[in-house]
């Protein structure tokens, strides 16, 4: 499976549950980074506008009146699949989930309907995507996204947050940073993305932020050894020290015996290529003297 993540500036964005105070903080700070949000949708249908940004109370409305091809959709993890079906519906292309704990059966439902669409679904669980200097979809912090070469995918929300914005301090930035999610069912994984990222030209490096359990990493080294890719991949794992047994982290950090270990990621990720970091110091300090 092949997707094309990258969005721009022109890029029209609708905020499902702008009324809510997540969906209206983030669809503000989307709007002011430069995100062309053109429409929020709140099925109340009580309210006509938020900062100037046109309410309706349905996904087909909002897009007949405005164009939208993406939305961003900060509704509760039991609403999410009708939200996103309703989405499908009305034409969305492109949806972005941050939420979290959606239903396994919910999601393995609509990841089926995502994929008969043609359509790209970043998450579930995810910060959203980016293009630095052009658009975001999602929280991700502005002093983390400076434009350039490298191309950045995560589970992790806050150790991504703090690696783009080290190696930003270290005139490394980024082209496209997709934050895959910690949900287990994911629209999006890893693997999905190098095809995208070895045809890119304004990325010439890939960072990978991932964490113990599944299987996302070792995902992702089968298919750059598939594909052969000819660009610098790097990796940081989050969990090197978890304590055996322990429940820790997103929903889809499951270790099963052997698999989904940091060992058994790092040698994965190591026979493909990649080099993997023991710190985040380490990591800020190898990237930035290979793309600086």
């Not at 992702?220 to 304590?243: Q, W």
């Amino acid at each position: 499976m092949s997707i094309n993540p990258r969005v721009d500036r022109s890029t029209p964005v609708i905020v499902q549950g702008i009324t809510g105070r997540t969906g209206r903080l983030h669809a503000a700070l989307m709007k002011r980074y430069g995100t062309r949000i053109v429409g929020g949708v709140s099925p109340s249908g009580t309210t006509k506008d938020i900062d100037d940004v046109p309410v309706f109370a349905a996904c087909r409305q909002a897009v007949l009146a405005t164009g939208a091809t993406a939305s961003v959709l900060f509704v509760g993890a039991m609403q999410l699949l009708g939200a996103m079906e309703e989405a499908l519906d009305a034409g969305i292309r492109y949806l972005v989930t941050p939420t979290e704990g959606m239903p396994v059966h919910d999601a393995l439902k609509v990841r089926e309907a995502v994929r008969a669409a043609g359509a790209i679904w970043i998450g579930a669980s995810s910060p959203g995507m980016a293009v630095a200097g052009e658009t975001k979809l999602g929280f991700l912090p502005d002093d983390s996204l400076k434009p350039g070469q490298l191309g950045l995918m995560s589970k992790s929300g806050t150790l991504s947050y703090e690696s783009g914005y080290r190696l930003a301090q270290k005139g490394v930035g980024t082209s496209v940073w997709v934050g895959v999610g910690g949900d287990p069912v994911k629209g999006t994984r890893f693997a999905d993305l190098v095809p995208f990222y070895a045809d890119d030209e304004k990325t010439k490096g890939v960072l990978i932020i991932g964490e113990i359990g599944g299987s996302d990493e070792e995902e992702f080294a089968a298919a750059l050894t598939a594909r052969r890719f000819n660009k610098p991949v790097f990796a940081l794992i989050a969990g090197r020290s978890a304590p055996e047994g322990v429940t820790m982290g997103h929903a889809g950090a499951l270790v099963h015996g052997a698999h989904g270990t940091f060992a058994a990621k790092r040698a994965a990720l190591e026979a493909a290529g990649v080099t993997v970091f023991g710190s985040l110091n380490e990591m800020v300090t190898g990237v930035s003297a290979r793309l600086r």
